[in-house]
């Protein structure tokens, strides 16, 4: 069971970027993919949540409107495409796996992956 990140990086403020994180070995087409984020000192911030058998998908209040997450279930890739960066969106973002519904909370998550860094240059 494992969850891969990548596409973290540096953006400046407004432009965008692309995350993906790659699932194995869970049952993908019946999974709620979530995304969270943590800047240094913070607790871990819930982002987004997708449900990867009918596409539901939520957001946060802080990126609601910016961000949109999608799915790929041949590829078991989930994407959070990060649009209108701004400096508080910076931190380690985390994707997770949880059985069936999507959950705000990260103690509903099972499975995580090792997170990939987001900077946002001002």
């Known amino acids: 069971v494992q969850l891969v990140e990548s596409g973290g990086g540096l953006a400046q403020a407004g432009g965008s970027l692309r995350l993906s994180c790659a699932a194995s070995?869970?049952?993908?087409?019946?999974?709620?993919m979530g995304w969270f984020r943590q800047a240094p000192g913070k607790e871990r911030e819930w982002v987004s949540c997708?449900?990867?058998?009918?596409?539901?998908?939520w957001y946060g209040d802080s990126v609601k409107g910016r961000f949109t997450t999608s799915t790929d279930n041949a590829k078991m890739t989930v994407y959070l495409e990060m649009n209108n960066l701004k400096p508080e969106d910076e931190g380690v973002y985390y994707c997770?796996?949880?059985?069936?519904?999507?959950?705000?909370?990260?103690?509903?998550?099972?499975?995580w992956g090792q997170g990939t860094r987001v900077t946002v240059s001002s």
């Open positions: 070995g869970i049952d993908f087409s019946r999974s709620a």
């Open positions: 997708i449900s990867t058998s009918d596409g539901r998908a």
């Open positions: 997770g796996s949880a059985h069936s519904r999507c959950s705000p909370w990260a103690t509903d998550y099972h499975t």
